[in-house]
């Protein structure tokens, strides 16, 4: 006689049901890690390909990086961003673009052909690729002047307006000067005199002042030597160690007088109102308020 066939208990089962729990609660940590490496490494190969669209650039126009008009009497220091992106031209006569606009600067690499919209868009982050529509319809890249939103552009670049004495953005900035990373994180919503934690602060304190794209783990640089680095901190620009620039925020609140530089490793200060303050000064903007 066939003997009947012995099934679970319900000890078992929860027994099986509690391993399978521990399995996934192991490996799905795991496949997403992965997941995030692989998006930071396509991030990466993104800013690599903007350098060498920033370096073509360079090279077709007396070594200056891209940078549209600039107000030097009203608006010496301070910046601008996502002005009249349906303007057809930013340097035509009357052009509603606004001077120091600095995702418009960033625009000519794009309106060029130098490269594509799609290279402005971190994996990690929640923006998409700019649909480039004008009163509804599609245009082409070379009749528009600028990104539609902060929905369209996940990079900052190191501003190019300011009064500071020497400073230039050009190709002839030091190899660890910040040209580009993944988007300023700003400090929610209040672009004021605020700054950031200082350089010593404990990690937690320091991920607060990260960009946002890669769940504040940190952002992927992209220095003036052309090569790209994640750092988990955004004191990594111009210094030594752990005392480095602040790529998020300017050393001074006004530009510093030839001659007069502070501790590189300064917190800084945030708003529209400021810019780089020192020749080496990074000051990587859009912020994600703008």
């Known amino acids: 006689m066939m003997k009947p066939r012995r099934a679970f208990t319900l000890v078992e089962l929860l027994v099986v049901v509690g391993i399978l729990a521990i399995l996934v609660a192991i490996f799905l940590p795991y496949l997403s890690k992965v997941r995030e490496l692989e998006k930071r490494a396509r991030c990466a190969e993104n800013l690599r390909a903007i350098m060498q669209g920033l370096r073509n650039y360079a090279n077709a126009n007396n070594h200056i990086y891209p940078s549209v008009a600039y107000d030097a009497e009203h608006n010496p220091n301070g910046y601008t961003a996502f002005t009249r992106a349906d303007s057809p031209d930013p340097f035509a006569k009357g052009t509603t673009v606004s001077p120091n606009d600095v995702t418009a600067s960033l625009w ?11 290279k402005f868009v971190c994996p990690s982050s929640s923006q998409s690729v700019d649909p480039m529509r004008t009163a ?4 082409s890249a070379d009749h528009r002047s600028n990104f539609t939103s902060g929905a369209y552009l996940s990079y900052s670049y190191a501003s190019p307006f300011s009064s500071a004495a020497g400073y230039k953005m050009n190709d002839t900035q030091p190899g660890d000067f910040a040209l ?13 005199d605020v700054v950031s934690p200082t350089y010593d602060a404990p990690p937690f304190e320091l991920a607060k002042a990260n960009s946002n794209n890669h769940q504040k783990a940190g952002q992927n640089v992209l220095y003036a030597d052309g090569h790209v680095a994640f750092q988990p901190t955004c004191y990594c620009g111009v210094g030594q160690g752990a005392r480095r620039d602040n790529i998020y925020t300017a050393l001074s609140p006004i530009p510093l007088t030839p001659g007069q530089r502070p501790p590189v490793e300064s917190n800084g200060f945030y708003g529209r109102d400021k810019g780089p303050a020192w020749i080496n000064d990074s000051y990587l903007v859009p912020t994600d308020q703008d």
Do not use: F, T
Request: no cysteine; net charge positive.
């Open 136 to 139: 509804g319809s599609r245009v």
């Open 108 to 118: 000519l690499l794009v309106r060029g052909g130098l490269e594509p919209a799609s």
């Open 180 to 192: 580009l990373a993944d988007k300023n994180p700003g400090i929610g919503g209040k672009l004021d």
